[in-house]
């Protein structure tokens, strides 16, 4: 019944990610409530090894129904990568707590500026082409990849608001871009997690089947409805973002 709890949130985490990020909302509570006695660096370790292959599998489908500049965007993702790792160590040095009361502040930011904004990522207008693109995806790869392995929470919704912002970018193609961005940042938590011996392979394997069938389902009503379904999923998730973070940092 454990492995089919946490089979199931990956499966719903794989959808939300898919659409817009924001799946470790889900996924890493459920672990935690499944598993209250392990090490929370084997629970965090055991979620990536699961949300990588989700995050892998929606980028490979959006790259065939959406085009991506992908001379500019595979340097940013190299980028994420790199600071996600650095983020990670960091986090070995100082602690989190005042980012942790912090983020839902600058969350509840994020959606105000978009519902204020009805237009914001309703087309796609790129700002940037050739070398200017990734001159300005660079600096985000880092800094939100940093933040990944930093703190985490909501990473994905970040990448999407900043490439619609600074971009020009329509939410599905911010949403693509995403995926790419996040399966880079994925992939070096789990690479240090796994350096560490904090991942359970044995649930993480169940998972990642989960959360790729999550993310195929989530990949394509985001492909058949376009951006304005990401836009309002982007609303949702943040919404509960908030609320989560405010929790865990004020109430909890």
């Keep these: 019944m454990e492995l089919l709890t946490v089979a199931l949130a990956s499966l719903l985490a794989g959808f939300v990610d898919a659409v817009v990020g924001g799946g470790g909302l889900v996924l890493v509570p459920a672990l935690f ?9 084997t629970l965090f370790g055991t979620n990536k090894g699961a949300s990588v292959w989700g995050t892998a599998w929606a980028t490979g489908q959006y790259a065939r ?4 500049n992908w001379r ?28 942790r009361k ?4 600058i969350l509840l930011a994020v959606l105000l500026y978009t519902l204020a904004r009805k237009d914001l ?9 050739g070398g200017r693109e990734t001159l300005v995806a660079g600096p985000i790869g880092l800094m939100i990849g940093f933040y990944d392995g930093f703190f985490g929470p909501g990473t ?3 990448f999407v608001f900043l490439f619609v912002r600074l971009l020009g970018y329509d939410f599905l193609h911010a949403s693509a871009t995403a995926k790419l961005m996040n399966t880079a940042t994925n992939a070096a938590a789990l690479a240090l997690f796994a350096w ?37 999923m982007f609303v949702v998730v ?5 609320l989560k973070t405010g929790w865990d940092a004020f109430l909890r």
């Design 102 to 105: 912090a983020l839902p502040l």
């Design 72 to 99: 500019a965007l595979l340097p940013a993702a190299a980028i994420a990568l790199l600071g996600s790792f650095a983020g990670a160590w960091t986090v070995t040095l100082v602690s989190a707590g005042g980012l």
């Design 196 to 232: 560490k011996g904090h991942v359970w392979w044995h649930v993480a394997a169940v998972m990642a089947v989960t959360n790729i069938v999550g993310s195929l389902i989530g990949t394509r009503m985001a492909l058949a409805r376009g951006a304005g379904f990401v836009r309002g």
């Design 156 to 158: 994905g919704s970040f």
């Design 33 to 41: 409530g499944v598993f209250p006695q392990a090490a929370p660096a």
């Design 121 to 129: 990522g309703r087309s796609h207008a790129p700002r940037f082409h």
């Design 65 to 68: 129904r959406v085009e991506l």
């Design 238 to 242: 943040v919404t509960a973002l908030i």
